[in-house]
């Protein structure tokens, strides 16, 4: 297969980067390079948020009615070009087609709700709030704005942010992720066919020197982040630094919860497929199992025996059902997890080691850890990677208070049939994305997308209602006619 180069978007158009410096993208499953990306500076940063400034007038007088065509033909485009696209995210990121095509409907999804700007844009107005007076609150878009996102999703992330950004009139400049440019590359494609004025969406490949670029750069209004939290960290302090509008979702530690009134089957099945789907490398992805009293006998050996029939290899192949993890770096990372955790005393129920030996591509087969204390390192830091540590607990309330003391609070699950457990759990856990028998409980594009404590850094979350705050500021007219 021929090695693509990547290139840049700026102001309508595809252009070679001059930069010396670039990566090669490699396709996890077999190790082959299938890319080379440009490590883009800081004045080709400046040439797309040029070409993005020079566009927001015109752009946001346009009216948006208008502005929503644009996504109508790109909603089109993604659809008609699915299959294709579900095989790029595979290609270079691993996971199975099957889990491309799930992100991709709701990447799709964001496209679709952003759609709706005409309503959602609307403002407020109150008649008579004073003696002859009116006052109206209108949203207005900023100016530029920039999102800089991560491998593990590489076109739904940065599609939570391309079309609230441009519906809302805003003008648009994206860092993808190095380790995987190319399916975004071929959605800039679809893109210049959507006719947006040159200059509205614009994209930027590159490292910490385009992020750097970004975050200090006088004319972008706003910069929204995905990726790991000493970074979000770093995006947040330093963006807020430098005056502008910041989100930052950060890395995750999930606990699942099973309590001993659950539906075993049904319960372990989800978590199981919440650890180990797309190799564990999901921000929402369940990482400890929390086994409430009787629970723990009752699942140790369902989930050792529902991991033992997961089938690890190339996502391309559709008898496979986890794919490699994203980079031999990343798999030597996940591997000294699973030693330290051996070396702190946990139980190894299922050693996925064996599995990567054999291949050329970087794979790590599902490895299951029993007597996990929760304050092990293995318990505590991210892994991103296909590993369940399962700890037993003796309550709820015991559960809740190891979930609150960890720094991380991304999401959390309960299973349970009980309405009062479950109730319990939603009012009072300390994490703002919660499921109640929902392994993975990703919020719809209409809806607001992050959690809390170390795992988000800002105020208004990814997508729905809450991306209409982040990119608008509401003017507040006060009219008053003498008579
Ligand atoms: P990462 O932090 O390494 O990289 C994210 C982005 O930041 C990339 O575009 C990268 O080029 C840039 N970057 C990396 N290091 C930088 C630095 N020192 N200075 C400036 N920019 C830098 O994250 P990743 O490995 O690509 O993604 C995995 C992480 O993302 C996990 O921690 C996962 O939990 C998190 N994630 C979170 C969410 C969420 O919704 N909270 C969603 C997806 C992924």
């Not at 889990?99 to 964001?110: D, H, N, P, V």
Request: proline share 6%; net charge neutral; hydrophobic share 40%.
């Amino acid at each position: 297969m021929a090695v693509r180069n990547v290139q840049n978007y700026i102001d309508g158009r595809f252009v070679s980067s001059s930069s010396p410096k670039q990566l090669d993208v490699h396709n996890p499953a077999t190790g082959d390079v299938i890319g080379r990306v440009p490590l883009s500076t800081a004045a080709e940063v400046d040439a797309a948020v040029q070409a993005a400034k020079r566009a927001f007038d015109g752009w946001r007088r346009t009216p948006p009615v208008k502005r929503a065509q644009h996504l109508y033909k790109f909603k089109f485009l993604l659809e008609e070009h699915f299959e294709e696209l579900a095989k790029s995210i595979t290609a270079e990121h691993g996971k199975t087609v099957d889990e491309s095509r799930g992100s991709l409907r709701r990447a799709i999804e964001c496209v679709e709700v952003a759609i709706g700007i005409p309503t959602l844009m609307k403002g407020e107005a109150l008649e008579d709030a004073g003696p002859s007076i009116d006052v109206m609150a209108m949203r207005r878009p900023l100016g530029v704005f920039a999102a800089i996102t991560p491998f593990n999703f590489p076109i739904m992330v940065p599609l939570w942010f391309l079309p609230f950004a441009v519906a809302t009139g805003n003008t648009f400049v994206l860092k993808p992720s190095e380790q995987v440019p190319m399916s975004m590359q071929r959605v800039f494609e679809l893109l210049e066919q959507c006719a947006f004025p040159p200059g509205v969406i614009n994209m930027v490949n590159g490292q910490k020197e385009a992020v750097d670029a970004i975050l200090s750069h006088p004319d972008i209004k706003g910069v929204s982040f995905v990726g790991s939290s000493p970074v979000a960290k770093y995006i947040y302090e330093t963006g807020a630094q430098n005056g502008k509008r910041v989100q930052a979702l950060g890395g995750a530690k999930n606990f699942l919860v099973i309590m001993p009134d659950a539906d075993m089957e049904k319960s372990v099945a989800a978590a199981v497929e919440s650890c180990f789907g797309c190799a564990g490398e999901r921000c929402l992805a369940g990482s400890v199992i929390l086994a409430v009293g009787q629970a723990h006998e009752m699942l140790r050996e369902r989930v050792v025996e529902a991991a033992k029939k997961i089938r690890v290899g190339d996502g391309l192949d559709p008898a496979v059902t986890m794919g490699p993890v994203i980079s031999a770096k990343h798999k030597e990372r996940v591997l000294s997890y699973i030693q330290k955790g051996i070396d702190e005393g946990a139980k190894l129920l299922l050693d996925g080691r064996e599995i990567g030996k054999k291949e050329n591509g970087y794979f790590v087969g599902p490895t299951v850890f029993a007597d996990v204390d929760p304050s092990m390192v293995i318990a505590r830091e991210e892994i991103f990677g296909p590993v369940i540590c399962i700890s037993k607990v003796d309550s709820l309330e015991e559960a809740m208070r190891i979930i609150e003391g960890h720094p991380l609070g991304n999401t959390t699950s309960i299973f349970t049939s009980s309405g009062k457990a479950a109730r319990d759990f939603q009012y009072n856990v300390a994490v703002s994305m919660v499921g109640i028998n929902v392994g993975v409980p990703a919020p719809m594009a209409y809806f607001g997308f992050g959690g809390t404590r170390g795992s988000f850094f800002g105020d208004t979350k990814a997508h729905g209602q809450e991306s209409l705050n982040f990119y608008t500021d509401k003017r507040v007219i006060i009219n008053r006619w003498f008579s």
